[in-house]
Structures are given as structure tokens and as C-alpha cells.
């Protein structure tokens, strides 16, 4: 039998009891080194704890898995790793490759820094969208990155950024290297999510005796040290008053430095209908003039024309995106066609 | 001081060392029964290892507070609380009011249905969206638990629904009553989410021993009994070869079984902009027919619409379909205009 035993955040300490008891008795533990750090204290620790011999295994060693699978087939082999054991998906792929073989497995979960975090913002797990990584060797492509945050703020919802931590080599993105990267991701995107202003959350090592969070302005953040990994940024969406006051009692941060970055993002087409709405309005005056000097009867056309530029606001306000486009794009239709058949020049 | 400890999801044994040594140390020892199931027989554990008295308390005592804040002013006192304490929002309440009276607290971390239910179906954590509740008295708008679901398959997302569960009077939504209320929204809501055939997974009691996952269409599953809570229900979404794997493995379900809710629910502009493309270029067509019958001269105006349909269709593919629907909006528009100045009688 195969045993998946999560450590959590808290060190060695951190295992729950009935993974200390299936540790103490399997004939072969294993543990994982690489998908999260742990010192040669905690280590030390744990084979105190365990008083069983501990083999400590890299990534190529669990990706490849078969001495593990050939032991767990005659005994049972125990893997500790640091949060969940299930969130790297190397162990979930031990885990089905085990099965597949006939093996039974069994995870004793644990915390993750996705659960822990809202905790220790006070921001609600519920108002928390789809987490992405970012990585400084480009993996991510930033294009998925910047898309992600931008559909989580639309929706009103808070975003965790994990920070690439590569810990075979000891390589971490540094906390402020990844908000420079943000504001770089701006300047090709453009859909107003970052500058200097925007309020975000910087944590260190959570679940740990130095964590540490820290919430502010990119620009009062982007200079910090924020010493060792792991390390993530939450860029919060729309905040619900309780979150607003947690944030300020846990992270003590002035109410005046927490700012909403959903109501700043406004989706594209609340932008292009108000834009488009405001300037076929104009357009349509500009005809009107001049279909009245020029004798020409528009006016069942200009009638038809006011009707959906206002439907077009009013599907809007409904939150009725598309129908909202797709009248203020026809009403424009509507006008433009006079000029592709030289009825009326008219000037947008 | 105030400590909030973890109990996991693994009954009294999954509390961690790190928090059974707190619990051990501390003068005054409190179990919340009731954000959580937990048996007579787990208490009784619980006490066997704390070795401490613990005083079992209810909703009221913990929202009021003021007891536990008085005494955590003085001494040592420890709340346990099932799974992570932090994300049931009255532990969170009293953390923030403990914290304002100057009183430090800590929390030891732990496992929730929400980390671990990624692990345990084998689908990827990076791809849930935002979870939500459903609650048999309506608490929550059914709209807003179909609106939720809507987005996330839209972007390819799974969705978690907890469902209500009142340890108080022991009321729990049962999962089968809970697929027949997602069919009835679909009656309301009319999105294709849901029918006999959509694909869901139903998990029970996840961190137990009786923990049990069934996957399968909502038809095959709606007339089960799945017993004691808790219990959630999982949308997929967009599957990942390796996630239709594990899903295959852990939950022995078969690959014809499994289908992807995404695509079933394509976004409300791609089905607007391609029907819209279609009927635009059938009526283009009439249009041409009449107006070269009465010879009439549109060519220009044609030539623009015939473009703005391709333009439509081009940021469809490219999945900028705010574009899209202006494009399409625009394009009718400009042949709809003929038939309002009566320039021409075109039907649609």
C-alpha cells in the first residue's frame, strides 16, 4: 500500500497524528525534498518524530516512481510531503500509475498556502477566482497571466499569484522582480489592471515562524526585500467591507492604501458600448442637421437609431453585455450605411 | 493568547503535533461542534490525546465571543474547529475581534474539503473557479449559483458546490435533491448547463473512512442515497487528458461517461455572432437579388457588409468576441438601414 502524507505549512510538527502513525509503521518512508523546502532541522526533527529511517527523494526519483511502486506492491511505503501532498501533480501521477498497478493508496491531506491564504488575509474563500503561476523562465506565457487576473476582476474576484521556486537549484522569483513583471504585462495588455496605484498583497513563507504579509500600493511594494521564498502576491478584486476591515486588523494597513481593483477594470464592454454609445449620439445629431439643410427625410431611420442607442445603454445597466454591443453596433450600422450609399456625409 | 487549531479532515487523529502541543499547553481548551460534524467518538479521542478538559461549544457561544476574548486576555485558550478553522467566516469574526482588543492569535492550519477534493477526483486545483453554496431555504439565489457555474464553464473552469448542511438541527441538503434543484434552475435559467446527461461528481464524506466519490451523468446518479454528510457536488469543466485519466482511475468511471460541460455551454456571443453571421449574409444575398432586379446600385454598401461579417467571424476564432458582436451588430445595421429610408424592401 501506497500512503501520501502531507506536512503542511507548519515544519515538521506541522503532520497530523494519524500520518505520524502510518509513518512510525510502514517499512519504507520517503521524503519528497523538492516540490517545497524544508531545512535539515525540520528534517532532523522528523526522524525523531518518526524513529523510522527517512530516504529523502527528488523530483526525478518521484517521477519516475518504480522503485517506489515495486516496494509498495509488498509493503507498505509511506511519501511525506510538505502542504498537500495532492496539489503537485508529480504525486497525483505516482499516485494514478500505483493504482493502475493494483496498489491502494491513501493521502492523508493536509494545508496548502490555497487554503491558508484566505485565513490569513481575512479575504473570503468564496470570492477567490482561478490561481495562476508566474514563472520568470516565461513558462507561463504573461499573455495567460494578465488574462486570468483580468477575468478574475471582472467577476469581481481576488487572484494568488504563485511565484515560480525551483527548488533543486534554490532559484525563486523575488516578489518585487514579479511586480515589475506586472507592470511590464501592462504595458503590452493595456486593459488598465496595474500601475503604481494598484493595491496588492505580498506573502512570505505562510504557515511559518517569519511569515509575513504584506499589503500596499505596487509602488510603496516593489522595492522591498522579502528575503526567502516561498512567496505569493494575492491581487484582491472587489472587497466586501468584513475583508476590508480584516485586512487592515491582520495586515494593518491604512484604509486609505486598500483600493477596489475590480471597479477600476471595467470590463471591455462597459468601455465600448459608453464610448460608442456617446459618439454615435453625436454622429446622429451632426446628421440630423444636416439631412434638414440638405431637405432629405431620414427620420424614421434617425427615430430607429435613437432607439437603440438607448436600448444599447439599457441592456448595459441590465448587465446584458452583448445584447448591449450588438445594439450599439447596429445603430451605428444604421448610420454609416447613409454614407456608403452617399445619402449624407456625415463626419463621426 | 488565542489559537485557532485545525482538525483536518481526518477526525481527531488528523489534528497536527504542532497544534496537539498547543492544546496540551493551554489553560482553556474549546471545540467548536457545530461549524463541523464530529462523533462522541472523536471527542472522546480527542480528549484522550489532548489529556486536557475541552468544552464543546455551539454557534451562539462562538459569535458572541466574549468569553473566549476575556479569557484569552489572561491566558492560553485554544479553539479546535474541523478542517481549516480560518474559512468558516464566524472563526475569522473572532480572530479580527480578539486581534482589535490587542489579544495575538495564531492559527495552525489544516486541510478542507476545498483543497482536498482536487486530490482526491484527480482534477487539476489550478482549474476551479469560484465556489458556491447551495442552500435548500434559498439562502443563496439559485440565479447566483447558475450564474456562477455559467461563468466558470464558459472558461473551462470546475465548479465545487457545497451544499448546506446545518449541524445545529442536523438538516443536510441531500445530493440528490441538490441535482434535481441544478435540473430546475436549467427550467429558469435556459443556458444548457444542465441536463440527464451532464457530467458530475458527487463526494461524500471526503477525508473519512466512508468517503465516496461517484461520477457519472446527473441521470444515473439523481435516484442514489449517499448517506451521512458532508457531501459536494462537482461541475467539470474543461477536461485535461491526464484529469479524464484520473478520473478513470480513482473514481472507476467509464471514459463514455465522461463529457465536457464546456463545450456543451459555448458562450452566449459565440452562438449570437455565428447565427447572426448566418442570417445577415442570407439576407445580404436577397438584398442583392432585389436591388440588382431594380436596379438599384449598393455595391459599396454591400462590398462593407459582406467585410464586417468576415470581421465578425475573424474575432470570433480569435476569442475577441466583444469585436465580434460589434462587427455583426454593425454589419446589420448597415443593410437593415436600407428597408428604414425605403430604399429597398429586404427580408430577414
Redesign the interface.
Known amino acids: 500500500m501506497l500512503f501520501f502524507i ?1 506536512l ?11 500520518g ?2 502510518i509513518a512510525k509503521k510502514a517499512e519504507k518512508v520517503y521524503l519528497d525534498v523538492y516540490t517545497s523546502p524544508i531545512t535539515k532541522d525540520e528534517i532532523d526533527s522528523l526522524k525523531d ?1 518518526i524513529g523510522n529511517e527517512i530516504v529523502r527523494v527528488g523530483r526525478d526519483f518521484i517521477e519516475d516512481g518504480l522503485e517506489i511502486i515495486n516496494q509498495a506492491k509488498q509493503k507498505d511505503v509511506a511519501l511525506i510531503a510538505s502542504g ?4 503537485a ?1 508529480t504525486h ?2 505516482l ?2 500509475r500505483a ?2 498497478y493494483g496498489i491502494k493508496t491513501h ?6 498556502i ?3 491564504l ?3 488575509t ?1 479575504l ?10 508566474l514563472m520568470k523562465s516565461g513558462l507561463t506565457p504573461s499573455s495567460t497571466v494578465y488574462e486570468v487576473i483580468h ?1 478574475n476582476l471582472i ?1 469581481g ?1 481576488h487572484t494568488i499569484i504563485l511565484l515560480e521556486y525551483d527548488y533543486s537549484t534554490g532559484f525563486f522569483l523575488k516578489p518585487n522582480e514579479a511586480l515589475k513583471s506586472l507592470l511590464n504585462m501592462e504595458r503590452d495588455f493595456r486593459q488598465g489592471i496595474f500601475d503604481d496605484e494598484t493595491f496588492v498583497i505580498v506573502t512570505s513563507r505562510i ?1 511559518s515562524n517569519s511569515q509575513l504579509l504584506h499589503g500596499g500600493k505596487i509602488g510603496s511594494l516593489i522595492d522591498k526585500d522579502y528575503s526567502e521564498p516561498p512567496h505569493a502576491i494575492i491581487v484582491p478584486g472587489k472587497l466586501h467591507f ?1 475583508e476590508i ?2 485586512l487592515k ?2 495586515l494593518k494597513i491604512d484604509e486609505d492604501q486598500i483600493t477596489d481593483n475590480s471597479s477600476k477594470v471595467k470590463s ?2 462597459v468601455s ?1 458600448v459608453k464610448r ?1 454609445a456617446m459618439n454615435t449620439r453625436k454622429a446622429l445629431s451632426k446628421a440630423r442637421e444636416k439631412s434638414e439643410a440638405e431637405k432629405k427625410n ?1 427620420d ?2 434617425f427615430e ?1 437609431i435613437e432607439c ?1 442607442i438607448s436600448d444599447a445603454e439599457r441592456f448595459l445597466n441590465m448587465g446584458k ?2 445584447l448591449a ?14 454614407r ?4 449624407l456625409e456625415i463626419e463621426w
Open positions: 502531507g503542511g505549512l507548519h515544519g515538521a510538527k506541522g503532520i497530523p497524528l494519524i505520524l502513525d518524530l498537500d501532498p495532492m496539489v501533480t497525483l501521477d499516485r494514478l493504482e493502475k493521502v492523508i491531506h493536509n494545508s496548502s490555497l487554503c491558508a484566505p485565513g490569513e481575512g473570503h474563500a468564496y470570492n477567490f477566482g482561478k490561481t495562476v503561476t477575468e467577476r474576484l504557515g468584513t476591515d480584516a486588523t491582520l471591455l464592454a465600448m460608442y431620414f424614421d431611420l430607429n437603440y453585455f452583448e454591443i450588438l445594439s450599439i453596433g447596429y445603430a451605428e450600422g444604421l448610420l454609416d450605411s447613409l456608403f450609399i452617399k445619402e
